[in-house]
């Protein structure tokens, strides 16, 4: 048996549609016929008619034939409604069986054609064998699947020349499968009982259009070329119709009709839409069709009078005719309702706005809003500019009417989201779930007390809106997520490198510094965790979620926003003496640092019941520090920098709140490190001012106090 893949042909999609009209379907200017073939657009004749070269048509003057330059076969027919092209001399392939040799093949070449954009119809196509004891097939050229084919066997030669059918004696076809790209040809010599070739075989090989008679007779002689037409699918575009959409200059849909994609392939078809007809493709689009033109087109014939109107018709009853005796009357009497009906939406308006006032002004009281004016009014100046009363219908604007897409997180206290400023601002607005109007008081004296909050690390407080039925809290926008995703949601592993992760942990301990010594009021924040950790394009860090529709006293030392916390971060201290203070805040800090290092989160069912600070702390005590540090921080780091910030991530998840370090004392190591870990060239420098960290001086055992044993109770 011999087999051989004889060629590889086309790829490329299309489907279906256009529009008949009477109006040009060319561009105007160009030319619209070659001979009795009309030439629309996409396809053009010359230059600036075409859509691109894959539509470009050749037309002889002298003979009106039309030719695809791409293609090179003759055109005499082009659709716009059902996107075909039909090919009237398309090559049938054939081949030479030499008997005295065996079984060898000679195979005609085909010439290469160009069908980027065109695609063999499977509805308008078949695909033929004219031959004797043969079986061809065609397979997919890249799955190998079988595609389609057929057998041609032959009793007698006089049999074959005297039969026109094709149902498989000396001639067979058979259908085309859908989504028809490209393929490999292969043929099988069929082994018989008896011996029916003649001296000289020939198999011939082609695709023709559904229509066309085959006459098997007709093929004699491997020596000459035979031509049958062909139908080709044709599409635009090498992009799906949403992408398309995105860039003007790719999509080539006119008005009045509908893009659709081509079968999840790349090109689209545009399709007028119902009721309009002609070319989808001009920039002028389809035009409506006036079915009241002929009764074929309408269902008014008894109904009454058809009434054309864009994309459609109406019949109008043959009463209403009498309403034209009425007209004067009819006239003076709209007039007359018009001006009443503006003059009552006038009124309904003014009303409305005055009750839209009194309830804003009524919420605007109870969310605290005079209580804020009275405290901006007594200050000494301190007020920020950007803090700010925002209308209700900026930030309604802003969000678009706090749509859901624009939610960017969701927490127990409220929801935030992303908007616009008319200014082209951009900005996150949190709306608090629920406001108690007995602590508004406490409520407004903590926006008033952050809003003088100024640095870089702190996310900015711009203002609050307090005539919605919840306060409504504007920040600046951060733009790269939390600290959170980063080392923990990544699809793969994080990114953040041992040198960002330096930066980022100085930053994060400088902004908790100034909340603790150097801020006007002393602020606890009580709530550090990744997750409340922001990092803007450049991966600065940014401090945010102070818990502002919580209350805060204003006649205590220190100022504290009363979150609850989270499992995971919360100070042992806290739940033994219920008491509050700044070296919360430090050990909710080190748990931060032990992420830093490890990747790991603060609680995981995936790493036991115990929480991040136990596992970390008895890491260090066992000597296996650098077995739970993650890949990254082990192997860009250095062993002493890493030690260092061990060493103090340690200090801070001491179980006695007086034993861990301030922040201000946390924030100066922390800088320190960083810039010797930006700037390797002043390590010397560095270890004489710091300290430096041996691999003899690892073991942490010695350090660990008797606290840490004594209460391994403590799973966070």
Known sequence: MLRLIIVSLFSILFHSHETAAAASLALDGCQEKCGEVQIPYPFGIKKGCYLDGQFEIMCNQSTNLVTLVNFKMNIDHISIPDHHVRVSNFPVLNMTFNRSSGESLRVRPTPEYDFRRFSLSHTRNKFVVVGCDLYAYVVHEKTKEFITGCGSLCSRTDLVNSTASCSGFGCCQSSLPKDFS?????????????????????????????????????????????????????????????????????????????????????????????????????????????????????????????????????????????LALFIPLGVGLAVGLLILAAISLWLYRKIKKM?????????????????????????????????????????????????????????????????????????????SNVIDESQVGQFINEVFILSHINHR?????????????????????????????????????????????????????????????????????????STNILLDENYRAVVSDFGLSRSVS????????????????????????????????????????????????????????????????????????????????????????????????????KIKARNRPGMKEVASELEMLRKKVEHPILGDNFQDNYYSITESSYSFTNEIEAEDDQTTWWTN
């Open 182 to 322: 490209t393929f490999t040809l292969w043929v099988n010599r069929i082994n018989t009982l008896k011996e029916s070739w003649p001296s000289n075989p020939c198999g011939f090989f082609f695709f023709a259009a559904t229509e066309v008679q085959i006459n098997h007779s007709s093929y004699y002689s491997c020596n000459q070329r035979y031509f049958v037409p062909v139908v080709f699918n044709w599409t635009v575009g090498n992009t799906s119709c949403s992408d398309a959409k995105k860039t003007n200059h790719e999509y080539h849909c006119g008005p009045n009709s509908n893009c659709y994609d081509n079968d999840g392939r790349l090109g689209y078809r545009c399709i007028c839409n119902p009721g309009y007809q002609g070319n989808p493709y001009l920039p002028k689009g389809c035009q409506d069709i006036d079915e009241c033109i002929d009764s074929k087109s309408n269902d008014c014939h008894e109904k009454g009078r058809c009434v054309n109107i864009p994309g459609s018709y109406y019949c109008q009853r043959s009463r209403d005719h009498i």
């Open 355 to 431: 009750n839209e006032r009194k309830v804003k002004q009524k919420l605007f009281k109870r969310n605290g809003g005079l209580l804020l004016q009275q405290q901006i009014s007594s200050s000494t100046g301190n007020v920020l500019p950007q803090t700010k009363l925002f209308a209700i219908e900026e930030l309604e604007k802003a969000t678009d009417k706090f749509n859901k897409i624009r939610i960017i997180g969701k927490g127990g206290l409220g929801t935030v989201y992303k908007g616009m400023l008319s200014d082209g601002s951009i900005v996150a607005v949190k709306r």
């Open 457 to 529: 690390h702190i996310v900015k407080l711009l203002g609050c809106c307090l005539e919605a039925e919840v306060p409504l809290l504007v920040y600046e926008y951060v733009l790269n997520g939390t600290l959170s995703h980063h080392l923990h949601d990544e699809p793969n592993i994080s990114t953040i490198s041992w040198e960002n992760r330096v930066r980022i942990a100085a930053e994060i301990a400088g902004a908790l510094a100034y909340l603790h010594s150097f801020a006007s009021t002393a602020i606890f924040h009580r709530d550090i965790k």
């Open 554 to 653: 204003i006649d205590k030392t220190h100022l504290t926003t009363l979150v609850g916390g989270t499992f995971g971060y919360l100070d042992p201290e806290y739940f033994q003496t219920g008491q509050l203070n700044d070296k919360s805040d430090v050990y909710a800090f080190g748990v931060v640092l032990a992420e830093l290092l490890t990747g790991q989160k603060a609680i995981s069912s995936k790493m036991s019941n115990e929480g991040l600070a136990l596992r970390f702390r008895l890491a260090l005590k066992e000597n296996r520090l650098f077995g739970i540090l993650e890949n990254l921080v082990a192997n860009e780091g250095h062993k002493e920098d890493v030690l260092a910030v061990a060493k103090l991530a340690r200090r801070c998840l």
